[in-house]
């Protein structure tokens, strides 16, 4: 596996809505979380385990922490 492209502590802002997938469970299923172009900071770096890729878990708008792949963030 490649290194990160992002580091903890990273801003970045949302590449496309991001949905509920079924980890929120505070929100209906396939709900809106973030909104497109939502600027974020990367609070922790992981590995998706199942897919052996880089997941970031990112804060956005100091409100909530989404995991996301690299293909749906972008750096600022």
């Known amino acids: ?8 502590g990273q ?3 949302a590449a496309q809505d991001l949905f509920n997938d079924g980890s929120f469970p505070d929100a209906p299923q396939d709900s809106l ?3 497109a172009g939502e600027k974020g ?3 922790n770096v992981g ?4 897919t052996n890729t880089h997941i970031y878990l ?5 409100k909530i922490v989404v995991g ?4 749906e ?3 600022l």
């Open 47 to 50: 590995t998706h385990v199942e």
């Open 11 to 13: 801003m970045v802002s």
């Open 33 to 35: 979380l973030v909104a």
């Open 58 to 62: 990112v804060e956005f708008n100091e």
């Open 68 to 71: 996301c792949f690299e293909g």
């Open 41 to 43: 900071e990367i609070v």
């Open 73 to 75: 963030i972008s750096p």
């Open 1 to 8: 596996m490649n290194a990160p492209k992002f580091q903890w």
